[in-house]
């Protein structure tokens, strides 16, 4: 917008307006501006909240999924036939909640972010979606499969020997109120793709 501390000289009433300008996140100086039509988005009733929420929202530094998985990378790897287990490494940028806020005009907004659910691709087709983080794979489980009834997520196994990319995609829940208004939203993270390696199963004879 172009605009001026006052109005021109030749000013007279209904040529042009003074705006308290601010925006969020960022100092302006000057406050009281002179402008000969309306800053964008200006209604005159109010900041954008979804703007600020949206704002808030980045203050948040969401994250995708803190990726744990069994067979471990970099490991002999799995087995065909045996099950695969994920999880989500629990903090607040990975699983929420966070909040966060941000301020224009003298109006806050609030919102608070949670972890709705993970989508989970692990090539050729598969895919489970967990709507909680997932429990880490303990030895003591042996080859059991993971149980969703129990919180553990993954699936039962791959048919084929080979090397598969797991990839994660968190789905974030974001609740917001402020202004005497209240709203959701959502928004995605990706994770970088883990690579495990799949082989047959060794049997030792006599």
Not at 59 to 73: E, Q, T
Not at 129 to 156: E, I
């Amino acid at each position: 917008m172009q605009a001026t501390t006052g109005a021109p000289a030749d000013w007279k009433p209904g040529d042009g307006s003074f705006y308290n300008v601010t925006c969020p996140g960022a100092p302006v100086a000057g406050g009281l501006m002179w402008s000969q039509n309306p800053p964008p988005g200006f209604g005159g009733a109010g900041p954008d909240l979804a703007a600020l929420a949206e704002e808030a929202v980045t203050k948040m530094r969401l994250l995708g999924a803190d990726v744990g998985i069994a067979p471990a990378p970099g490991s002999k790897g799995g087995s065909v036939g045996l099950p695969v287990w994920v999880w989500n490494q629990t903090s607040p940028r990975t699983t929420g909640p966070v909040s966060a806020s941000a301020t224009a005009m003298g109006v806050t907004v609030t919102a608070t972010a949670r972890v709705r659910n993970v989508r989970w691709d692990f090539g050729k087709g598969t895919s489970v979606n967990c709507p909680f983080p997932g429990k880490p794979y303990l030895t003591s489980y042996g080859a059991q499969a993971p149980d969703k009834g129990r919180g553990q997520c993954g699936f039962a196994g791959y048919t084929k020997t080979g090397e598969y990319t797991v990839n994660a995609t968190t789905t974030w829940a974001v609740h917001w109120a402020g202004g005497g208004q209240q709203g959701d939203l959502t928004t995605t993270r990706d994770s970088a793709g883990v690579q495990i390696r799949i082989g047959e199963v060794q049997v030792v004879g006599q």
